[in-house]
């Protein structure tokens, strides 16, 4: 049973065709991924089925009663709720049918015989309606996946509005979750996560026995959960069976056939534009020079594959710094209350050191506090004056600049050409470098925040998230970039498979947590 059709649907976006002539079926119990490169329109399909953005041409068509979860992680969270209130919006329709269940009472109070026992039925079934949905479990359910995802331990009568980025997208997927829908639809739900809590979603979506979309970069957590791939390359749309390795072993295999049957086509062409140049003039051969000009005019040309070009992140070192850059003494993180136990720690140069934990233990904290962005709860930091830093921050919301405008800002006397160069070495068009940050990808910004590092010469970098939104290609060449710098690196992420190759020291801040 299709649960939706997308049929024929093309899209543009500032003039560039984001997608063409797509089709796109989801059936029941299907766990779908949708893969592509940054800004090759991924967020833009999701937006399209669920009728955020309507389509250039083409039609969506969802089946009847459906019942859509979608996480969104830009959602605004209102200041002055606090977790639990949030979560209970979860369930808002069965609250809706229990008030509707009073004000039935209410009326019951002076009606005629007949209206009472209209009444009486519908309250029969709205009853039976909340009794089916576990409308009197709510409770046990908000605690049962706010355990799972971790939120118990930040306290459910938190205020949203306190929230740091990786608590903030732990809420938002969790009141998804509860909504227990038909379908799921997930864009990047592993942003922010800790591994933790990535194993604890890995076990809830292979469990999970409706259909879900999956929008992801993270590959080892795509293997696990999908069983097909929607491929977006290039503006067209691909549907592939099995997990993401299967995926790319069908496409390398479709792209060597291609480009092998494109190679073929302009030798073909190539033979007849010399056999027609040689013969064309020559009366005996005309005849023979004009059929292969008709045979060359109507052959439908192929196109060459595009190649996907991998961004080229290098990191400058700049002036040496002193052999300590950091060092901590009995530090304990905090703002109205402490975090951690006293942490002592020492960081020296050249030391690629990896902070990982779960999310809400500090890890963004920690660094704030050892750039001196913000106060120690108690203890003492002492930093080098020797240091010059890069800091790459976690997110950076509403910027309205152009990428060029970005650097030109910070780097005032590099030439256009420099500026466009340095963009371009990071994997963005010429079109990305028009347009203003907030139009852009969450890896397309991403890729603007590290070409200022790229540029800039720093002897210590400060990397919060850097891998959140970045694309397969991206996340390899900036760890081959981390890998080859000779300063010092502090790196807050949640992906092993990332830091694992590049960290000389991972220090995980539960062993400081209260």
């Known amino acids: 049973m299709s649960l939706l059709n997308v049929i024929n649907v093309s899209h543009y976006f500032g003039g560039r065709q984001i997608l063409k002539n797509a089709n796109f079926r989801l059936l029941k119990g299907e766990h779908v991924g949708i893969v592509g490169a940054n800004g090759e329109g991924k967020s833009t399909f999701i937006n399209i089925i669920l009728g955020n953005e309507l389509p250039s041409e083409g039609k969506i068509e969802w089946a009847k009663h459906l019942d859509i979860g979608y996480l969104d992680q830009y959602s605004t969270l209102t200041k002055g709720k606090s977790i639990r209130d949030f979560l209970k919006e979860a369930f808002s329709f069965m609250f809706d049918l229990e008030q509707q269940i009073y004000k039935n009472y209410e009326e019951m109070a002076d009606c005629t015989e007949d209206r009472m026992q209209e009444l009486l039925d519908d309250i029969g079934e709205m009853q ?6 576990g409308f009197y479990m709510i409770d046990a359910k908000i605690e049962e996946i706010s355990n799972g995802l971790g939120l118990s331990a930040i306290g459910l009568d938190k205020d949203v509005s306190e929230l740091s980025g990786g608590e903030r997208a732990k809420v938002l997927l969790t009141k998804v979750l509860l909504q227990n829908p038909g379908i799921l639809i997930l864009d990047e739900p592993t942003n922010y996560l800790d591994e933790n ?9 292979n469990e999970f026995e409706n259909a879900f979309i999956l929008v992801s970069h993270d590959v080892a957590f795509l293997n696990s959960v999908i069983n097909v791939v929607y491929h977006i390359d290039n503006a067209e749309l691909t549907r592939y069976s099995g997990n993401y390795d299967q995926f790319i072993s069908a496409y390398e295999m479709k792209k060597r056939q291609a480009d092998a049957a494109y190679e073929a086509q302009q030798r073909e062409i190539k033979e007849m534009e010399d056999f027609i140049a040689r013969n064309k003039a020559r009366v005996a051969t005309r005849g023979m020079a004009n059929s292969r000009q008709k045979k060359l005019d109507k052959m439908e040309r192929l196109d060459k594959g595009r190649v996907q070009i991998k961004p080229n992140f290098v990191f400058k070192e700049g002036r040496p710094s002193g052999k300590v850059l950091f060092n901590t003494t009995n530090l304990v993180l905090g703002y109205n209350r402490p975090l951690t136990k006293p942490i002592n720690i020492e960081i020296v140069k050249g030391e690629h050191l990896v902070i990982k934990g779960i999310n809400g233990v500090g890890k963004s904290t920690l660094i704030k506090t050892l750039l001196g962005i913000i106060k120690p709860f108690s203890g003492d930091v002492e930093r080098s004056s020797t240091i010059t830093l890069g800091y790459f921050e976690q997110e950076v919301e509403g910027n309205r600049n152009t990428p060029r405008d970005e650097i030109w800002d910070q780097f005032p006397t590099l030439t256009q050409g420099e500026v466009h160069a340095a963009l371009a070495a990071c994997g963005l068009t010429s079109d990305h470098i028009e347009s203003q940050i907030i139009t852009l990808s969450g890896g397309e910004a991403a890729r603007v925040r590290l070409c200022k590092l790229t540029i800039g010469e720093y002897n210590c970098l400060v990397l919060d998230e850097p891998t959140n939104h970045l694309d397969v290609l991206a ?3 900036l760890a081959e970039a ?33």
Do not use: P
Not at 128 to 133: A, K, R, T, V
């Open 475 to 477: 996340k390899e060449s």
């Open 128 to 133: 039976s309606m909340l009794e089916q949905s």
């Open 482 to 514: 981390i890998k080859n710098y000779k300063g010092t690196v502090l790196l807050v992420c949640h992906e092993a498979d990332f830091y694992q190759d590049v960290a000389t020291r991972v220090i995980n801040l539960e062993d400081y947590a209260l």
């Open 197 to 205: 809590h990535i194993n604890w979603l890995k076990n809830y979506l």
